[in-house]
């Protein structure tokens, strides 16, 4: 791989065009494929003394065609060199599956002035194929954009929800275990802000716990915790309830009490009188 892309430091624009072509399609054949042709252009920068990656191919990007009509079929070849380096681009920055790894690739590419590059080629009338990858590449960049918002929008409102957790708990919870309750929720919105994390966190059962020892702990925690506190609150429902029973037979038993207390003094004031007439 590290060799076929040394290919590129060549001024043959047809030999240029077959090795873009060829190192694009690996990138889009896999995950695996399109880690090796970002570590061969890693080794392309050291080899040829770039200072940052993927400068090599932005400047060759922004070469000038030459317009002398005896290099008409060279001009060609530089065009066509063009749209296979553009696709390269496009496989880079397209087809790692982490929204991160994609914007990444495009600040990088950024950075090397590939966007300025866009402007100066839209105005040397270039052919259709090279404006629909210039097309391709905005298009793409403006989707993750779009979704880069969305996320942000709901790590907001998620961030929102952990305000208004602490609040209720600081302010209403038991200090005993407000501390833990705090760092375990902090500890699983670090978790929640990689969606693929939480994917795999779904999946994972007790022979891959050494893999994510940290998460599994953390989940732990927060289940004992929470088990711990509705046991507690159990316990503490069922005292209640034995209280208010021992209360009611205690009201129960003295109601009596005070009425036989009552039938009694009743009996004694119906016999008084009987007594006194018979003398």
């Known amino acids: 791989m590290v060799h076929i892309s040394y290919c590129l430091y060549t001024t043959n624009s047809k030999l240029r065009t077959k090795v873009a072509e060829v190192l694009a399609a690996l990138c889009v054949m896999a995950p695996e494929s ?11 920068r050291v080899a040829h003394e770039e200072r940052f990656r993927f400068e090599y191919l932005v400047q060759t990007l922004a070469a000038a065609v030459s317009e002398d009509a005896d290099n008409a079929d060279q001009d060609g070849f ?3 060199y063009k749209t296979a380096c553009l696709s390269l681009m496009n496989a880079l920055a397209n087809s790692p599956s982490s929204l991160d790894d994609r914007i990444s690739l495009r600040n990088e590419l950024r950075r090397r002035g590939l966007e300025d590059v866009f402007q100066a080629l839209k105005m040397q009338s270039p052919p259709e194929s090279l404006l629909i990858q210039i097309n391709v590449y905005e298009d793409e960049r403006h989707e993750d ?22 609040r209720t708990v600081l302010n209403g919870g038991n200090c ?9 929720f902090d500890d699983l919105l670090l978790c929640s802000q990689n969606s693929d994390l939480v994917n795999t966190i779904a999946g994972l059962g007790s022979e891959e716990e050494g893999l994510y020892p940290r998460v599994i702990q953390t989940l ?6 929470a088990s711990s506190t509705l046991n507690r609150e159990e316990s ?9 029973r021992e209360d009611n037979e205690d009201s129960d038993s003295h109601d009596k009490e005070e009425k036989e207390d009552k039938e009694d003094k009743d009996d004694q004031a119906e016999i008084g009188p009987i007594s006194k007439q018979s003398l």
């Open 34 to 44: 399109h880690r090796l042709v970002l570590m061969a252009l890693s080794d392309f």
């Open 78 to 80: 530089e065009w066509e």
């Open 145 to 166: 954009w779009v979704d880069l918002q969305e996320r942000a929008y709901e790590m907001a409102q998620f961030k929102a929800e952990q305000d208004r957790y602490r």
């Open 176 to 184: 005993d275990r407000c501390g833990l309750y705090l760092t375990v």
């Open 220 to 225: 732990q925690q927060f289940a004992d915790a």
């Open 236 to 244: 503490n429902d069922e005292d209640q309830e034995q209280e208010d």
